[in-house]
Nanobody, 126 residues
Framework: QVQLVESGGRLVQAGGSLRLSCAAS????????MGWFRQAPGKEREFVAA????????YYANSVKGRFTISRDNAKNTVYLQMNSLKPEDTAVYYC???????????????????WGQGTQVTVSS
């Protein structure tokens, strides 16, 4: 089973960019579908983006489509979330997660994920 550690979150001004990283331990990382979720204060955790084990398919929430890009480097056991044109409403704790099933539209559902990271705070100031 993999373990996940996120990094890259910080304070940024609206319109700026950030790249989040999620480093995974474990030899089976390449078998896992990977996702990013976020949770703002007082709100439920929501899906942001996901990528299949082979990187052949990716999925995005409507709220981030065209601004965020998910990618993965299986050789480095790392998944990334490039976030551009950030808005104050993107402020949240961002979580990386791994799904052993590897792919499909189920990657958009938090309950399908087996492993979660501890989260990294992203704050976008107006």
């Amino acid at each position: 089973q993999v373990q996940l550690v996120e990094s890259g979150g910080r304070l940024v001004q609206a319109g700026g960019s950030l790249r989040l990283s999620c480093a995974a331990s474990g030899r089976t990382f390449s078998n896992y579908g990977m996702g990013w979720f976020r949770q703002a204060p007082g709100k439920e955790r929501e899906f942001v983006a996901a990528i299949s084990w082979s990187a052949g398919r990716s999925y995005y929430a409507n709220s981030v489509k065209g601004r965020f890009t998910i990618s993965r480097d299986n050789a480095k056991n790392t998944v990334y979330l490039q976030m551009n044109s950030l808005k104050p409403e993107d402020t949240a704790v961002y979580y990386c997660a791994a799904d052993h099933l590897g792919g499909g539209v189920g990657l958009t559902t938090a309950s399908n994920y087996d492993v979660w990271g501890q989260g990294t705070q992203v704050t976008v100031s107006s």
